[in-house]
Structure formats: C-alpha cells, structure tokens
C-alpha cells in the first residue's frame, strides 16, 4: 500500500510497542477497559446511558418477535453509548488543547453533541418502527 507522499507502507509490521499476537490483544483489552471505566467516572451521560442499557436490553430481548428485531433494538442502544464515547473524546480532546474560547472549540463539541442527539433519535425511531407498525 502507499501513502500520498508515495512512501510505501508495510500493513504487516509489528506495531512501534513491539507487541504482537496475545500480547497486543491482552493490552488492547486492558487500555479499552481502561478508557470504558474513565468514561463511566467522568461522563455522566455514559452512567445513565450504561443504566439505560441495563434495563432496556432485557426489554428488547423480550419484545423483540424475531433475531433482526431483538438485534436491531438493541443495536440501536448501543450506537447511543458508542457515539456518547466518541463525543466524549472529541470533548476531552478538546479541553486537552486548551480552555480558552474558540469557534472551532464550540463547534467540535456542539457537532458531538449533535451527534449523540441523532443517535438517541434513531433509537426512538427504530423502537418505535419495531415494536409498533
């Protein structure tokens, strides 16, 4: 594969930490659990969206006729909490670079916002698709 610059890219290369197979799976699974906790303590909204899941995935596993049905509600609500962790790193991204007010720092947390509002709007959609019509 090449890169714009024309530089060849080898896919197969052992990663820069120089883990590879188990290992690297074993610390890619430490530093997610790592970042799920974080979130879980500091982002209020990831708390009541975990809650959320809590409850409504027995709920979708109940209502739910068939598999696609039973699989699409509950993907619905976990798109909710992944696009809730992405808008909280953009977030935390942003804080990171600087606390001073700038355009552009508003606009990439007002877009997250907005992104996790459309995610919590596909969810109502597809419940409501599914359980009622």
């Given at each position: 594969m090449t890169m714009e610059t024309?530089?060849?890219?080898?896919?197969?290369?052992?990663?820069?930490?120089g883990l590879s197979g188990i290992r690297r799976l074993v610390r890619s699974m430490r530093v997610t659990i790592a970042g799920l906790r974080w979130?879980?303590?500091?982002?209020e909204a990831v708390r009541l969206e975990?809650?959320?899941l809590?409850?409504?995935v027995p709920v979708a596993l109940?209502?739910?006729?068939?598999?696609?049905?039973?699989?699409?509600?509950?993907?619905?609500l976990f798109l909710v909490l992944i696009v809730e962790l992405i808008n909280s790193?953009?977030?935390a991204t942003v804080d990171r670079i600087?606390?001073?007010?700038?355009?552009?720092?508003?606009?990439?947390?007002d877009l997250g916002s907005a992104a996790v509002f459309v995610a919590l709007v596909n969810a109502v959609v597809v419940w409501l698709l599914v359980l009622f019509l």
């Open positions: 024309g530089a060849k890219v080898d896919m197969t290369a052992t990663p820069k930490d979130a879980f303590r500091n982002e975990v809650i959320g809590l409850f409504l109940w209502l739910g006729n068939s598999g696609i049905e039973r699989a699409l509600l509950i993907a619905s790193a953009v977030e600087g606390t001073e007010r700038h355009p552009l720092s508003g606009a990439a947390k």
